[in-house]
């Protein structure tokens, strides 16, 4: 539910933050005042942005484009051939939960063996796996664990494709 909740949040701020960016029709600022109205969120600086959630609690997300989030690194491996997307970081209660979206030539194959040696090698516990094979598709599903952190990996695969898509998504164990 909590994953869930997160995804969701992820998917609005991405919302607002293109209609921010794209600076369409309103000023900038005209644009971030009826954002903040609206939406409760208020946003601080560049990709940064606080809101409240329904229980009043201060949230603070940071919304990133080919970059990774600050911390990500810190926390998690960082696949090398890999050209990053986006990332995401929220903070609560000075606890951080990210997520991270990149895309590589390396075959699904390739990717998925770094990632099990990698995690291995730095002390990630592997808790399930599982690969599903569809028609046009291939993707694995990976999940990890360490010290406070639990880490969920989808690694994709289109046959049409010459690339592989990664998503990670950290969180902090409840």
């Known amino acids: ?53 329904k229980n009043g609690d201060l949230i603070m997300v940071e919304l990133t484009k080919k970059r990774l989030p600050n911390g990500f690194s810190k926390v998690f491996p960082v696949l090398k051939n890999g050209i990053i997307v986006n990332g995401y970081r929220r903070t609560f209660e000075g606890l951080n939960s990210y997520s991270a979206q990149w895309k590589t030539k390396d075959s699904l194959d390739t990717v998925k063996n770094w990632y099990l040696d990698k995690l291995k090698n730095s002390g990630w516990n592997k808790i399930s796996g599982k690969e599903i094979s569809r028609k046009k598709e291939k993707i694995v599903l990976i999940n990890f664990d360490k010290n406070k952190y639990k880490a969920k990996i989808t690694i994709s695969s289109k046959s049409e494709s010459k690339s592989t898509s990664v998503y990670v998504y950290l969180d902090t164990k409840n």
Do not use: A, P
């Open 1 to 53: 539910m909590k994953y869930k909740l997160n995804l969701v949040v992820v998917l609005i701020l991405i919302l607002f933050s293109g209609v921010i960016l794209s600076g369409c029709y309103k000023s900038e600022q005209e644009i971030k005042k009826e954002v903040e109205e609206k939406t409760g969120l208020r946003i601080e600086k560049g990709n940064i942005y606080t809101y409240k959630d």
